[in-house]
Each structure stands twice: as structure tokens, then as C-alpha cells.
T-cell receptor
Framework: KAGVTQTPRYLIKTRGQQVTLSCSPISGHRSVSWYQQTPGQGLQFLFEYFSETQRNKGNFPGRFSGRQFSNSRSEMNVSTLELGDSALYLC?????????????FGQGTRLTVV | AQSVTQPDIHITVSEGASLELRCNYSYGATPYLFWYVQSPGQGLQLLLKYFSGDTLVQGIKGFEAEFKRSQSSFNLRKPSVHWSDAAEYFCAVGRAGGGNKLTFGTGTQLKVEL
């Protein structure tokens, strides 16, 4: 099985722009979560989607949004980018239909805001 | 609210020496516990997980961890460290019963001296 795929791997944007990141989960996994990783704040949960519905949301401003499609692929969008949004954004998928399971992470998208 | 504490930010060990990375968690319900490893610029790879049952769990790459409910700890151990183990290690707690939200510790950076 292919792993979690995140695209693009690297991105440079200017303050005020918006950006969309993509995540393709492992085949059969319907739960997708997003995390932001920065040197100062560490790994922080952004949101979780399951079957196209947002199930959980972290403590981030409304500029951060996401969605999930019927094929379980997910996108997250950040509008009006700020310098502090520079981070590694990680996506994780999980097969919640198989009892206790772990989350599998993608390689991440490195976003740099200049 | 759940939280994870990794008291050691940096640890340096000699190759061949034993290793123990500490993790303490705070969680109001039955926790799911994980250890992940991250190499520079990469995603997170699962080392091991605890859901229930035997409190000593074995993982990949010769790692093991012991769940101690009375101490709210889930320390990671390896009897003999290899130079390739140099990386950042994250302890995480999740919610039993579903959901894909993980709360991570701040990480421990492991350096291995040859």
C-alpha cells in the first residue's frame, strides 16, 4: 500500500496570499488529521475529518480551514498568510474501522511565508 | 485537557549505550500512547503504540516502552543505541474510543556520539 502522500513538499508564499495543501491518505483510511509543526510551538493539532465531516478542531484562527472529499483526500487552506504560518504541515490518516489503530503520517509540506 | 511532557529536550549518548527517553502524560480517560520518530525535514514514523493489555510493548528498530499508569509515564527504551537512531523523538497521547487527534510532547532530540 502506498503511504500518506502530501503535495507539494515545499512551498514559498508571500504574506497576504492564500495557500492550499493536499493530502491523500492510505487507501481505505477515512480519517485524516492535520498538524502544524513549528520550532516554537511544536506539533499542534489543526483539525480532523472523517467521511467528509469535520470531527474535531484545534485552537487555530478561522484563516485555517479544511475539507475532505468523497475519496477521503483532504485539503487544508490558509488564507491571508502571516509570517508565523511558516511551518511544516503534516497530514495523518487512520483506519478507524479496524478498532484500535495508529495514525500514519505523510512527509509533510514545508510552507515558508516571506 | 490532555497533555504530554517530555522533560529532556536534548540527550546525548554514545553508540552502544542504553537509552531511556522519558514521557509523562496527563489524561482524564484511558489513554492511547505512542512514540514517533522524526528525521530532519521528514514526517513522523511510528515506533510503537500502547492501547491496552501488556504494559511492556515492543516496537520497531529494537525499541520498547513501558506503560506505568501509577506514574502516568510511558518511557521509551533501547538497550544499545546505533548511530542511525539520532533523530527527534515524540511521545503522543490519543483518545480511546476513536478519533484521530493526538497531543504531542515537545520532543527529545537524540544525538549519538561515535
Amino acid at each position: 500500500k502506498a503511504g500518506v502522500t502530501q503535495t507539494p513538499r515545499y512551498l514559498i508564499k508571500t504574506r497576504g496570499q492564500q495557500v492550499t495543501l493536499s493530502c491523500s491518505p492510505i487507501s481505505g483510511h477515512r480519517s485524516v488529521s492535520w498538524y502544524q509543526q513549528t520550532p516554537g510551538q511544536g506539533l499542534q493539532f489543526l483539525f480532523e475529518y472523517f467521511s467528509e465531516t469535520q470531527r474535531n478542531k484545534g485552537n487555530f484562527p478561522g484563516r485555517f480551514s479544511g475539507r475532505q472529499f468523497s475519496n477521503s483526500r483532504s485539503e487544508m487552506n490558509v488564507s491571508t498568510l502571516e509570517l508565523g504560518d511558516s511551518a511544516l504541515y503534516l497530514c495523518a490518516s487512520r483506519d478507524l474501522g479496524q478498532g484500535n489503530t495508529e495514525a500514519f503520517f505523510g512527509q509533510g509540506t514545508r510552507l515558508t511565508v516571506v | 485537557a490532555q497533555s504530554v511532557t517530555q522533560p529532556d529536550i536534548h540527550i546525548t549518548v554514545s553508540e552502544g549505550a542504553s537509552l531511556e527517553l522519558r514521557c509523562n502524560y496527563s489524561y482524564g480517560a484511558t489513554p492511547y500512547l505512542f512514540w514517533y520518530v522524526q528525521s530532519p525535514g521528514q514526517g513522523l514514523q511510528l515506533l510503537l503504540k500502547y492501547f491496552s493489555g501488556d504494559t511492556l510493548v515492543q516496537g520497531i528498530k529494537g525499541f520498547e516502552a513501558e506503560f506505568k499508569r501509577s506514574q502516568s509515564s510511558f518511557n521509551l527504551r533501547k538497550p544499545s543505541v546505533h548511530w542511525s537512531d539520532a533523530a527527534e523523538y515524540f511521545c503522543a497521547v490519543g483518545r480511546a474510543g476513536g478519533g484521530n487527534k493526538l497531543t504531542f510532547g515537545t520532543g527529545t532530540q537524540l544525538k549519538v556520539e561515535l
